[in-house]
């Protein structure tokens, strides 16, 4: 069984910055895709960013370009999503999925997640 815990979320005001970790457990880290995702009140959780088991691709979503960067520490089993320039619109409980098969974008293709943690961006 994987164990997923994500961390770092808070509360910043819009142009801040947060760091988010997600730490997973239980089979060799090194063999899981990883991504971010992330779920605002009323809406549907979406794809945030990606990154492929030796960290060599990364793939974002449009709306965070240029502000967000997703990278991994095999060694320390740890993924980090890395936001900046951070925008009210940001507001989500942001989550961690891990992936143990082929490389995709799909929510719905994620095996294992975390119970997620909460990024508030103030006006």
């Known amino acids: 069984q994987v164990h997923v815990v994500e961390s770092g979320g808070g509360l910043v005001q819009a142009g801040g910055s947060l760091r988010l970790a997600c730490v997973a457990s239980?089979?060799?880290?090194?063999?899981?895709?990883m991504g971010w995702f992330r779920q605002a009140p009323g809406k549907e959780r979406e794809f945030v960013a990606a990154?492929?088991?030796?960290?060599?691709?990364?793939d974002y979503a449009d709306f965070v370009k240029g502000r967000f960067t997703i990278s991994r520490d095999n060694a320390k089993n740890t993924a980090y999503l890395q936001m900046n320039s951070l925008k009210p619109e940001d507001t989500a409980v942001y989550y961690c999925?891990?992936?143990?098969?082929?490389?995709?974008?799909?929510?719905?293709?994620?095996?294992?997640w975390g119970q997620g943690t909460q990024v508030t961006v103030s006006s």
């Open positions: 999925g891990l992936r143990s098969t082929d490389w995709t974008l799909r929510r719905s293709a994620y095996d294992y």
């Open positions: 239980g089979r060799t880290f090194g063999t899981y895709h």
């Open positions: 990154i492929s088991r030796s960290g060599s691709t990364t």
